[in-house]
């Protein structure tokens, strides 16, 4: 059963365009949703998190929209440079079993110069 | 800078022997570390939780026997993959979060590459 669903699988954008990329998630426990940025062949680096009791959160060109009531957040990458280019993926976890971080299936995003 | 150091950064093995990956946290103690694997283009799966002093914590489907997994100290956890095959050639990488912050950033080091030829 996968807890964290994200789209899209792949995505291209031009560059000074913006990224989306949109996850869901079933369990209700969950409270912190961070966001994380891989490139190839490095371990993944925390971009941006929230928490539920907020709708958006902003940081320079990253922001996160969260609804709570649909259970989907997303992340929004503005004016998306070739160096964003990378595999995000959106994570979750919940109280207890020390807050281990379930992940979306990740997000590979080409910016095209 | 990196709060998470993972060493050896690849590494290649035959198979039947045994490889060591150490993770260390560099400015802070952790007394819970977190095991991944990842194949090639795909997500993160957690594959143990390291607890400091006691047993690790496996996921399911998970052979414990064959991901030996040691947290020595507060700032150093090993995964040891014994008798390596080349289906456990993958991408593993570690992870701690600062103490006392519960719920928040988790950190990651920058992965070990293994192959097992």
């Known amino acids: 059963q996968q807890q964290v669903k994200q789209s899209p699988q792949s995505l291209i954008v031009q560059k000074g365009g913006i990224s989306i990329i949109n996850c869901a998630y079933e369990?209700?426990?969950?409270?912190?949703f961070p966001w994380y940025q891989q490139f190839p062949g490095k371990g993944p680096a925390l971009l941006i998190a929230i928490r539920p009791d907020v709708s958006e959160k902003k940081e320079g060109r990253f922001t996160i929209s969260f609804n709570k009531s649909a259970k989907q957040f997303s992340l929004h990458i503005m004016d998306s440079q070739p160096g964003d280019s990378a595999t995000y993926f959106c994570?979750?976890?919940?109280?207890?079993?020390?807050?281990?971080?379930?992940f979306g299936k990740g997000t590979l995003l080409t910016v095209n110069p | 800078g990196a709060v998470v150091s993972q060493h050896p950064s690849w590494v290649i093995c035959k198979s039947g022997t045994s490889v060591k990956i150490e993770c260390r946290s560099l400015d802070f103690q952790a007394t819970t570390m977190f095991w991944y694997r990842q194949f090639p283009k795909q997500s993160l799966m957690l594959m143990a939780t390291s607890n400091e002093g006691s047993k690790a914590t496996y996921e399911q489907g998970v052979e414990k026997d064959k991901f030996l997994i040691n947290h020595a100290s507060l700032t150093l956890s090993t995964l040891t993959v014994t008798s390596a095959h080349p289906e456990d050639s993958s991408f593993y990488i570690c992870?701690?979060?600062?103490?006392?912050?519960?719920?928040?950033?988790?950190?990651f080091g920058n992965g070990t590459r293994l192959t097992v030829t």
């Open positions: 369990n209700t426990a969950f409270d912190y």
């Open positions: 994570a979750a976890s919940q109280p207890g079993s020390n807050y281990k971080l379930t």
């Open positions: 992870s701690a979060r600062r103490p006392g912050q519960g719920n928040s950033p988790l950190h």
